[in-house]
T-cell receptor, first 114, second 111 residues
Framework: AQSVTQLGSHVSVSEGALVLLRCNYS??????LFWYVQYPNQGLQLLLK??????LVKGINGFEAEFKKSETSFHLTKPSAHMSDAAEYFC????????????FGSGTKLNVKP | DADVTQTPRNRITKTGKRIMLECSQT?????MYWYRQDPGLGLRLIYY???????NKGEISDGYSVSRQAQAKFSLSLESAIPNQTALYFC??????????FGSGTRLTVV
């Protein structure tokens, strides 16, 4: 069965510091991978996605993620955190047997300290 | 107007009551989904639908039912609400490979 693991339910960084949110997936073949962001009292918004091709994917708001097949990882990074980045972030993987299903990690709440 | 609209945004209901959550979309997507979000558990799939004649159970369908009234409308019902159905509910749509568009959510409290 497919699954997504997000290491760290809460991450705290200082404004201007590097943001690193971890995501590992289990899949027998390289899946499509996604990062979503959820701001308070809002739905989830797509940050970025990896389908095929270049393994470094750039998304909105300065975020990027790198697909590493050997490590089954898809970590999300941002060089310099901004207060407005405080939110909850979800990693997700598209089903490999059912392309219409997506599996979500349990989420990581990012706190940005002034 | 939002691409995916959920109503109501917030609802408090009593145990045993029937309640319906509604979702409509203007994306033109065929696929629609209902998810439930609980703290620390991420999102769990309740039901999904590929078109008006196709309804599928997700991971946690017990206690829920759905109706796909039209391509653009997908409603979720709790036939007899119970307190552990207190959660944030999201409707989402998809055109296929490239992820979801989510509604803003319905916060449901069952007392």
């Amino acid at each position: 069965a497919q699954s997504v693991t997000q290491l760290g339910s809460h991450v705290s960084v200082s404004e201007g510091a590097l943001v690193l949110l971890r995501c590992n997936y289990s899949s027998s073949v390289p899946p499509y991978l996604f990062w979503y962001v959820q701001y308070p009292n809002q739905g989830l918004q797509l940050l970025l996605k990896y389908t095929t091709g270049a393994t470094l994917v750039k998304g909105i708001n300065g975020f990027e993620a790198e697909f590493k097949k050997s490590e089954t990882s898809f970590h999300l990074t941002k060089p310099s955190a901004h207060m407005s980045d405080a939110a909850e972030y979800f990693c997700a993987v598209r089903g490999i047997y059912n392309f219409n299903k997506f599996y979500f990690g349990s989420g990581t709440k990012l706190n940005v300290k002034p | 107007d939002a691409d995916v609209t959920q109503t109501p945004r917030n609802r408090i209901t009593k145990t045993g009551k029937r309640i319906m959550l509604e979702c409509s979309q203007t994306k033109g997507h065929d696929r629609m989904y209902w998810y439930r979000q609980d703290p620390g558990l991420g999102l769990r799939l309740i039901y999904y639908s590929f078109d008006v004649k196709d309804i599928n159970k997700g991971e946690i369908s017990d206690g829920y039912s759905v109706s796909r009234q039209a391509q653009a409308k997908f409603s979720l019902s709790l036939e007899s609400a119970i307190p552990n159905q207190t959660a944030l509910y999201f409707c989402a749509t998809s055109s296929g490979n490239y992820g979801y568009t989510f509604g803003s959510g319905t916060r449901l409290t069952v007392v």
